[in-house]
Nanobody, 122 residues
C-alpha cells in the first residue's frame, strides 16, 4: 500500500506560479515512478507529467511543456510539480500517482492521492 498526500494548490492569477507537492509513504520511494494528472470540471482526467524511478527521465503533456517541471526528492519522499506561466485552462484538481513499472505507461498508475485544487484566474 502507498499513501499519497498532495498540497500546494490554490488560487493564482494568470501568468503566476505554484508548486505542488506530493508526499509518499508506505513503500520504498525509489521503487516507483511518479506522475501528475489533472481533471477539470466536466472533463476526463488527463496526464500532466511523469518522472522515472531514478529521476533522470521525465515526460510532459504537450500543453504544459516548457511551463511545468516535475522533480523528486528522495530524502523527503516527495515529488514536486513546479508550474509557471499558469493559464486559466490549467484550472483543475491535480492528482499525484505511483507506477511500479515504466513512468511512460500511463495506464499503470495505481495508487492515487486525494487531489489538490488549482484555480487560475484571468
Amino acid at each position: 500500500q502507498v499513501q499519497l498526500v498532495e498540497s500546494g494548490g490554490g488560487l493564482v492569477q494568470a501568468g503566476g506560479s505554484l508548486r505542488l507537492s506530493c508526499e509518499a509513504s508506505g513503500r520504498t520511494f525509489s521503487s516507483y515512478a511518479m506522475g501528475w494528472f489533472r481533471q477539470a470540471p466536466g472533463k476526463e482526467r488527463e496526464f500532466v507529467a511523469a518522472i522515472s524511478q531514478s529521476g533522470r527521465l521525465t515526460k510532459y503533456a504537450d500543453s504544459v511543456k516548457g511551463r511545468f517541471t516535475i522533480s523528486r526528492d528522495y530524502a523527503k519522499n516527495t515529488v514536486y510539480l513546479q508550474m509557471n506561466s499558469l493559464k486559466p485552462e490549467d484550472t483543475a484538481v491535480y492528482y499525484c500517482a505511483t507506477n511500479g513499472g515504466s513512468f511512460q505507461n500511463l495506464n499503470e498508475y495505481d495508487y492515487w492521492g486525494q487531489g489538490t485544487q488549482v484555480t487560475v484566474s484571468s
